[in-house]
């Protein structure tokens, strides 16, 4: 029997760890179920990120973009009509002659990979009819069994979202959520509950790297176990720049008070539990630059204002989210605003601390993890109240650490199964169409 053969599409920016681990998540699902499966990845820049073909994937040239600096949404202008023509004539051509090979048909199921852009609250509702559309475009000219990632779905705010929201979700085969409160929203918006199910996020299912490697890692970046507690620190730029404290204040206003605050954390945990901290990245800029959306930066700048920098180090060094997780598993405690990094850290069983920027943190790391006492809600205004329930919570968490670490350790075997149900379905979903 020939063996399955998949496209995966809109898996970008690389740069971005949690994207990564939604990959090598879903990467270790398949081959779970499908060991010999062929993966394809369409890719904004397969040159830059050929590495990646050592996780057992083909990447190819994106055929709908091509990266013209600034200009780069003039080529999708271009290139995603020229693909629907393309494929319209030789569908068209192959009535006439079977042996004509239409282009895309050599796949049994695509995956269209937008696991947050359907949230018009935290995106905005030029964001999410994009998002939706690009949906729409895989539906018309790939013509084939289409599901989605694990995906947070909703809310749909305006009524333009709301209707091609109904009607271009309904064109999937199969709605994957990540979100069990998405489940009931999907179906009061008229979407088929044949084509939706709960799965959670395939970041459960990354495993961390080998003890040796990390151990290697540690040493590279100067990380002492000791007998002090290690505590790990992962900002996230988006929250520096655009999601904390409420829509009144000035980006330089955010910018100051993000940093203040985790200084200031970094500070109190250091001297409370007589521990040292590391400074970990999970984004590594953008598709294009590094100037935007790069946690270097904001490591670099919560470190310029530590007055304990004996006791910190900032990992440098760039990183797999395998890599990074097995560095997090060596910690005593995590606390971070990257939804991957919370992830990794939850499911290793290492109490968390979450800074949250949406709903999807309350959902995936309160409800599924069972940490919703444990989330920090960065959208609030007050800085001195953030700032209190942050220490209360940090010095809650360190005095509850083993109980927690058994509920998590529970939770994770229930996820991580969850999660493996999302393959299986795709499984069956190709030998529906074969």
């Not at 990540?178 to 990354?206: A, M, T, W």
């Not at 005593?332 to 968390?352: E, N, Q």
Request: aromatic letters at 10%.
């Amino acid at each position: 029997m020939k063996s399955p053969s998949i496209l995966i599409c809109r898996l970008a920016p690389l740069e971005n760890m949690g994207v990564m681990a939604t990959l090598m998540g879903l990467l270790i699902g398949i081959r779970n179920f499908m060991p010999d499966a062929n993966i394809v990845v369409l890719s904004y820049l397969p040159e830059k990120y050929e590495y990646l073909e050592k996780l057992g994937i083909k990447l190819i040239q994106h055929p709908w973009w091509r990266p013209w600096g600034k200009l780069w949404f003039l080529s999708s202008v271009l290139l995603i009509p020229y693909d629907y023509i393309r494929c319209a004539l030789f569908r068209i051509l192959k009535k006439f002659n079977k042996r004509i090979v239409i282009p895309y048909s050599e796949y049994d199921v695509v995956i269209d990979n937008n696991t947050e852009h359907l949230n018009e609250s935290l995106y905005g509702s030029t964001s999410v009819t994009i998002s939706l559309l690009q949906t729409l475009l895989a539906s018309l000219i790939f013509a084939r069994p289409l599901v989605t990632t694990p995906s947070s779905a909703g809310p749909f705010i305006t009524t333009r979202n709301k209707w091609l929201a109904k009607r271009i979700l309904n064109r999937v085969d199969l709605l994957a959520l990540r979100e069990k409160n998405n489940y009931q929203y999907c179906l009061d918006l008229g979407i088929d509950i044949s084509r939706i199910h709960f799965v959670s996020d395939p970041g459960f299912l990354l495993e961390p790297s080998d003890k040796e490697k990390v151990y290697t890692i540690l040493n590279q970046e100067g990380i002492v176990k000791n007998d002090k507690p290690l505590i790990c620190f992962s900002p996230n730029w988006l929250e520096m720049n655009r999601f904390s404290f409420g829509e009144s204040v000035s980006i330089e206003e955010r910018q100051e008070m993000y940093v203040r605050l985790m200084t200031t954390t970094v500070d109190y945990t250091i001297d409370k539990l007589d521990a040292n901290v590391c400074l970990l990245s999970h984004m590594y800029g953008g598709l294009l630059s590094d100037n935007k959306n790069d946690d270097r930066y904001v490591n670099s700048l919560i470190y310029n204002e530590l007055k304990n920098k004996n006791k910190t180090t900032i990992i440098r060094g760039k990183y797999m989210p395998d890599e990074l997780k097995g560095i997090i598993g060596n910690c005593d405690m995590f606390i971070g605003g990257r939804m991957h990094a919370t992830i990794a850290s939850t499911s290793l069983c290492v109490p968390t601390i979450t800074f949250a920027y949406g709903d999807k943190y309350y959902r995936i790391i309160g409800d599924t993890m069972g940490q919703a006492g444990y989330i920090i809600d960065l959208r609030e205004p007050n800085y001195d109240e953030i700032l209190q329930e942050t220490k209360n919570k940090i010095d809650s968490l360190w005095e509850n650490r083993e109980s927690i670490s058994e509920i998590l350790k529970e939770k994770t075997k229930q996820v991580k199964q969850i999660a493996l149900y999302y393959p299986r379905l795709i499984e069956n979903i190709i030998k529906k169409y074969k």
